[in-house]
């Protein structure tokens, strides 16, 4: 089933940029250019990602987002604006935003994100128990992990990796998408941080399961 994107975008070149690269990746994106028809679309669809500029006609990104966090709504969200203060960020995030991407920006930066978020998001319709091996269980909402009845407790970033891996079972999970999940926005990338949460992982689960493709990034292999 498509993945179902909302486009909040006053300026129409960059719309319509937007929604033709989406949409030629697989996503159904439903595209409005001021704040009212955003609530309007809000209200009458489910969607599974906002992505919100600010500065719009009519009614701000983040008063929007305000308005349907204090309804209830927890879908995530990624503002798309061209402010970039830190008090600019604060609001962002306080309005309840799950990322903040500033213009301009590249199209693959911003599929990363939303990739990144909605596979975060998958393991809240997901049993919290994951059996990986044979004595090998994981529970993805303590990010507890227990091999041959010993439990070890995850850090964050070993978890974020480790579900990662998970909802990509056998493929090939690239460097760019490994680093546009496990940090986040204004958080410096290490390549040396990364071997240390593989090697983490390789200790409890066995070498063989996380193969590196060289260059490229990891495989994690239930055979």
């Known amino acids: ?20 690269y989406f949409e030629s990746l697989g996503f159904s994106v439903t595209p409005v250019y001021d704040g009212n028809s955003a609530l309007d679309a809000i209200y009458e669809n489910n969607f599974d ?15 929007i987002l305000k308005s349907v966090r204090e309804q209830g709504s927890t879908t995530p969200a990624i503002f798309i604006t061209s402010l970039n203060s830190i008090s600019d960020l604060e609001n962002g995030y306080d309005s309840g935003c799950d990322d903040y991407i500033r213009k301009p920006f590249v199209l693959k930066e911003l599929k990363l994100r939303v990739e990144s978020i909605l596979k975060r998001d998958f393991f809240h319709n997901e049993s919290s128990k994951i059996q990986i091996d044979a004595n090998i269980y994981y ?3 303590s990010n507890l992990l227990t091999v041959n009845n010993d439990e070890v407790q995850l850090n964050n970033k070993d978890a974020k990796l480790l579900k990662l891996f998970l909802q990509n ?39 063989e399961k996380i193969v590196s493709i060289k260059k490229l990034g990891y495989r994690f292999t239930t055979k």
């Open 1 to 20: 089933m498509k993945k179902k994107l909302l486009l909040l975008e006053d300026d129409l070149a960059l719309n319509e940029t937007v929604v033709d």
């Open 49 to 63: 990602l906002f992505l919100l500029d600010v500065n719009v006609p009519d009614i701000n990104g983040f008063e």
């Open 139 to 141: 529970d993805t909402n």
């Open 169 to 207: 079972k056998d493929t090939l999970v690239t460097h760019e998408v490994i680093y546009a999940t496990l940090w986040e926005y204004g958080e410096e990338i290490s390549e040396s941080a990364l071997r240390t949460y593989i090697k983490n992982l390789r200790k409890y689960l066995g070498k």
